[in-house]
């Protein structure tokens, strides 16, 4: 018995032991907690229970030059339906009152917003889709509409909104206005152009908000003002200009789809400062359609063809090696070096002629034979003024993916005998189109060369945060002799030259023409090969005001011509006279009172018929629909209209007697 006691007495010792080494595992954990982890478990509550929100900021526009919206933030709705949250006799009170509401603003008959919204009950559907991409109009209407308007917790609808960019003028300049956001597979942000390149401007900086989660879990403002106010983005103007911009690119869009060409570019830039007023890069798709996928005018580097011979002459002129009168003999146009021939598009050559002509009748032979006979021998002088013009280096355009250039020098892998010659007629090198423009446009404007910009100003509502003025990259490409020389025979290509079927005795223009072999060295051998025809110059040749570039790459050549006058040159002069001939002038006020004799006929017209008397109904067929509204609802009569123009037809005829408050249909064409 006495052995069964302390058996006993052990075994509560044990307890006692195990519960106070318990009792102390358990201060030890809470001092812990308390103490040494207390902050961290402080902070997860706090967490758990307030959070800060970001509050975004409104991102800036972006305007024209001209004051037009080229780019905004608007809100897109999504309408969702919990099905779970009204009341059974809720629901059935409202239901086909909602399905009526919902299909007067969406596309589907009320029969099936009704099905869809019951299997949506039945199923117990919390996020039953209802509409997405809607307007704040639509929006606040649906909103409003019976079951809606009892709110998220008695009616079950669910708002979510989100901020997209819209471009008020279309698909025009599209692809330089560019985008920011988030890549969806990859979380990364991507973009291009403007929106892209000026982001820390037009994005703002967003706020935050501290909020209490509550019931349901709601969550609400701790307190009344935010921990940080959001800053909103500020505005950007770019240099483009609406009507020039139209006019570009239609031009542009029209030759591309006569020449069934595979895409194109062109570039529209003020001469003194380097502002693009306009630029359009449109690519061919599957279905024959053009649309603006690529900056082909900033990133596609590629031989520029004879467009690069202004680069020889104005080379041997500043080296006085030879001068425009030196003449040259085309050799019946073809010239060999190392084997390989060099050849003129005119067969047979252009005989013996002046290195000008030569320029200005685009003759490879002429112009590779001034360029090999005097550098040859020191082939890196001619390198070097190649590197003084600006074109082995990109330009430092704001935007990212600018194409780099690609000139051979002597010593290099690349280089070999016939890397000069080639050279001299626009191959074995490789400039974007928009260097080509820079290169033009500094002869333009007196051999400043200017960095092409597309933005000129950040603002804050009317407030200039900061300006962007002209950069000058060489103050001087050549001296005042080479440069008058050169002007007079660019002025002359298109007075007499390649470039004469663009010749307007009203209205001058200087440039070059360029016709390029691309991919003749491809792996598919000749099937591979096609054209770029290029003309690029400015205008009006004597007071330059803008400089142009175009390019038009793979014209149909089964089909048309390729050469560069008759593909490329079209959409120069198209531009150039619409701009001075459609152009609205700040500088001249019009006369406002000179009369106009089809004005008067037709008021004259109008006036007679509108002040004569009359019960019946007059004859209105050819007379301009706003004039004939005017009339009938004078005598009393509503009015309908079918299209625009003039009247075509009139449901009641004349002569009839008139009815008050009867309605007549016009037809107009």
């Not at 001299?424 to 820079?438: H, R």
Request: aromatic residues 10%; charged residues 25%; hydrophobic residues 35%.
């Amino acid at each position: 018995m006495a052995v069964d006691d302390k058996h006993i007495s052990y075994r509560i010792y044990l307890v006692a032991v195990f519960i106070f080494l318990m009792a102390i595992a358990i201060v030890v954990k809470l001092t812990n907690i308390q103490w040494v982890q207390g902050d961290h478990y402080r902070q997860l509550a706090k967490q758990r229970t307030v959070r800060n929100f970001v509050i975004p900021a409104n991102k800036g526009n972006i305007y024209s030059a001209d004051g037009s919206l080229l780019a905004t933030s608007i809100p897109n709705y999504e309408i969702r339906f919990d099905a779970k949250a009204p009341k059974t006799e809720t629901f059935e009170k409202y239901v086909k009152a909602l399905s009526d509401s919902l299909a007067t603003v969406l596309d589907r008959p009320a029969g099936y917003y009704e099905q869809e919204l019951r299997r949506a009950r039945a199923n117990k559907n919390r996020y039953y889709l209802v509409a997405r991409k809607l307007s704040y109009t639509e929006y606040v209407k649906i909103k409003g509409f019976p079951l809606f308007n009892l709110g998220a917790f008695k009616g079950g609808i669910i708002i979510e909104q989100e901020t997209v960019r819209k471009h008020p003028i279309g698909k025009i300049a599209e692809r330089t206005i560019g985008y920011d956001r988030i890549d969806p597979a990859t979380g990364i942000e991507v973009g291009k152009g403007i929106e892209w390149a000026f982001k820390s401007y037009l994005n703002g900086k967003d706020g935050k908000i501290l909020k209490q989660k509550i019931a349901k879990g709601q969550w609400k403002p701790i307190r009344d003002v935010n921990e940080v106010d959001p800053i909103d983005g500020y505005d950007v103007i770019s240099t483009i200009d609406v009507f020039i911009q139209d006019i570009a690119h239609h031009a542009l869009l029209k030759q591309l789809e006569e020449y069934e060409a595979d895409h194109g570019c062109v570039v529209v830039m003020e001469t003194e400062t380097g502002y693009v007023k306009a630029i359009s890069n449109l690519g061919r798709g599957e279905d024959g359609t053009y649309t603006e996928t690529t900056n082909y005018a900033v990133a596609e580097s590629h031989e520029p063809g004879s467009t690069f011979k202004l680069v020889d002459l104005m080379a041997i002129l500043e080296d006085k090696v030879a001068d425009t009168s030196t003449v040259y003999d085309s050799h019946g146009g073809v010239v060999k070096y190392y084997g390989r021939s060099v050849r003129d598009s005119h067969n047979g050559g252009y005989g013996k002629v002046s290195l000008a002509r030569g320029f200005e009748l685009s003759s490879n032979t002429v112009m590779v034979q001034a360029v090999y006979d005097n550098y040859k021998n020191n082939p890196s002088k001619f390198v070097d003024h190649i590197k003084s013009f600006g074109l082995d280096k990109p330009l430092g355009l704001h935007f990212k993916g600018e194409g780099r250039p690609i000139i051979p020098q002597p010593g290099e892998k690349r280089w070999s005998g016939i890397s000069l010659p080639w050279m001299a007629f626009g191959y074995s090198v490789s400039v974007t189109p928009m260097q080509t423009l820079a290169f033009y446009n500094s002869v333009a404007n007196n051999g400043v060369m200017v960095r092409p910009q597309f933005v000129s100003e950040i603002k804050e509502w009317n407030k200039t945060i900061k300006k962007f003025d002209t950069e000058v990259i060489n103050p001087k490409v050549c001296s005042e002799e080479t440069l008058k020389k050169v002007k007079a025979v660019l002025q002359n290509v298109v007075k007499k030259g390649t470039g004469s079927k663009l010749y307007s005795k009203d209205f001058s223009m200087a440039g070059k023409t360029g016709t390029a072999q691309m991919n003749y060295g491809g792996k598919e051998g000749k099937s591979a090969l096609y054209y770029a025809s290029s003309f690029v110059g400015y205008f009006p040749a004597d007071h330059p005001k803008y400089s142009c570039i175009v390019v038009v790459h793979k014209p149909n050549t089964a089909k048309n011509n390729y050469y560069g006058a008759d593909v490329a040159g079209p959409v120069f002069k198209r531009i150039a006279q619409k701009i001075f001939t459609d152009a609205p002038s700040t500088n001249k006020i019009k006369q406002l009172d000179s009369r106009i004799p089809k004005q008067e006929i037709s008021y004259a017209k109008f006036d007679k018929v509108s002040n004569t008397k009359t019960n019946v109904i007059p004859n209105l067929k050819g007379m301009p629909g706003m004039d004939a509204i005017a009339l009938l609802e004078n005598l009393g009569l509503k009015v309908k209209v079918n299209g625009i123009g003039k009247v075509k037809n009139q449901s009641i005829q004349a002569g009839q007697n008139i009815s008050k408050n009867a309605t007549i249909v016009l037809e107009l064409s």
